[in-house]
């Protein structure tokens, strides 16, 4: 465990000098490895889980793109919409919420059918554990500046 923090340690204080895109790869490399670790997965159970795991996070970040293009943006300029156009944007908002929500709770039963029910629950836990650590690393390197 210890070894793991270490090595997320590096990557990440790496990452602090690197390009954004080089950044996403290596997070995400990153996250493959802590993942893998901490499920135990079997050689047959990574053949099945991760082209399950890989495809949701794509489709999941296809989303957020979504509503970060058509949403996000406009919600800044709210107070220059009108009513009508505000009704509009809430209602794909909304829409966009429930592809996400469905979008989980496919993955959930997919993800299940390849690992068991206990190993999808620690692969919940451990993308939370993962998001901490990369963020108490981000602001660490960031106060240290």
């Known amino acids: 465990m210890n070894r793991l923090v270490l090595i997320i340690f590096l990557f990440v204080s790496s990452i602090s000098f690197a390009q954004r895109n080089q950044d996403w790869e290596k997070i995400n490399t990153l996250k493959v490895a802590f993942i893998t670790e901490k499920l135990s997965l ?46 509009n944007l809430l209602a794909l908002h909304i829409k966009i919420e429930e592809e996400e929500e469905a979008l989980d709770t496919k993955f959930l039963k997919d993800v299940s059918k390849v690992i068991t029910a206990k190993k999808t629950l620690l692969l919940l836990r451990s993308e939370e554990e993962f998001k901490r650590q990369l963020m108490k690393q981000y602001r660490q390197n960031k106060g240290g500046r």
């Open 42 to 87: 079997s050689s047959k159970e990574a053949q099945d889980f991760w082209p399950v795991y890989n495809k949701y996070q794509e489709d999941r970040n296809k989303l957020r793109k979504k509503n970060h293009d058509q949403i996000r943006g406009k919600i800044k300029d709210a107070d220059g919409l009108t009513e009508k156009e505000a009704e």
